[in-house]
């Protein structure tokens, strides 16, 4: 069997893809129905609710852990692997998304800046706690019955 098949034939490359999609296209869904508008951006944007960064890993570390072993390596550095991703996802992005919003409201103040903008800067970036918290959730059930 060549590598390519192999490779997307492993539960550990599709499982995690197939959720991150189907995630991210409920996000896209969501925004249609709240705001009456299509924003196909949603399904490659990050941030919303839940967190499909936390449910991509914390379901492939219960993946692993489940089938491989929870005492092996690699259990080991997927879950360490999940905690800094869902730490950067509600603390560093957060914090930079916040950031974006303060500087999309001073260059857009007269007066405040002379500064020409072409674009805004991206203001969802990251996550609140809550959302992390259900995108590891729904990752730790996918893992468990995948």
Same mark, same amino acid.
């Given at each position: 069997?060549?590598?390519?098949?192999?490779?997307?034939?492993s539960k550990y490359i599709y499982i995690?893809?197939?959720?991150?999609?189907?995630?991210?296209?409920?996000?896209?869904?969501?925004?249609?129905?709240?705001?009456?508008?299509?924003?196909?951006?949603?399904?490659?944007?990050?941030?919303?609710?839940?967190?499909?960064?936390?449910?991509?890993?914390?379901?492939?570390?219960?993946?692993?852990?489940?089938?491989?072993?929870?005492?092996?390596?690699? $259990? *080991?550095?997927? #879950? +360490?692997?999940?905690? &800094?991703? @869902?730490?950067?996802?509600?603390?560093?992005?957060?914090?930079?998304?916040?950031?974006?919003?303060?500087?999309?409201?001073?260059?857009?103040?007269?007066?405040?800046?002379?500064?020409?903008?072409?674009?805004?800067?991206?203001?969802?970036?990251?996550?609140?706690?809550?959302?992390? $918290? *259900?995108?590891? #959730? +729904?990752?730790?059930? &996918?893992? @468990?019955?995948?």
């Amino acid at each position: 069997m060549n590598t390519f098949l192999l490779m997307i034939t492993s539960k550990y490359i599709y499982i995690p893809i197939i959720l991150w999609v189907c995630i991210q296209t409920f996000k896209v869904i969501w925004e249609l129905i709240k705001t009456k508008k299509f924003n196909f951006k949603r399904i490659m944007g990050a941030g919303g609710m839940p967190s499909s960064h936390s449910a991509v890993v914390v379901a492939l570390a219960t993946m692993i852990g489940r089938y491989e072993g929870v005492q092996t390596s690699m $259990f *080991a550095l997927s #879950l +360490i692997f999940a905690f &800094v991703v @869902m730490y950067d996802a509600a603390g560093v992005r957060r914090a930079a998304g916040k950031q974006a919003t303060i500087l999309n409201k001073i260059v857009q103040t007269p007066g405040l800046s002379t500064l020409e903008v072409q674009e805004k800067l991206v203001e969802v970036l990251g996550h609140t706690p809550i959302q992390v $918290f *259900a995108g590891a #959730l +729904i990752g730790l059930i &996918v893992g @468990m019955f995948a």
